[in-house]
């Protein structure tokens, strides 16, 4: 007891050195990533490819953002 839940730095697995945030186009999950990335997992990037991307109006701000046609989001990240 005790010792599993003193986990500091890269025995973390929420540690995330270099990483940076991104929040994923399809789903709006926010991520980390070591490189610039647009989706979170390669099953949101083949599905992207598959479905193709569409401009969609932010329904709160009004600004375009692009997301899958299919089920796609409808705020930009500004509001995620
Ligand atoms: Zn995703
Ligand atoms: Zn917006």
Request: positive net charge; aromatic residues 14%; proline residues 1%.
């Amino acid at each position: 007891m005790g010792k599993n839940t003193d986990q500091k730095g890269k025995n973390n697995p929420n540690w995330r050195g270099g990483k940076k945030k991104y929040t994923c186009l399809r789903c709006g999950k926010l991520f980390y990533s070591y490189t610039e990335s647009k989706y979170c997992s390669c099953e949101c990037y083949y599905e992207v490819k598959k479905l193709g991307n569409i401009l969609k109006q932010c329904l709160t701000c009004g600004k375009e953002f692009e997301t899958s046609k299919v089920g796609g989001r409808v705020y930009c990240i500004r509001f995620v």
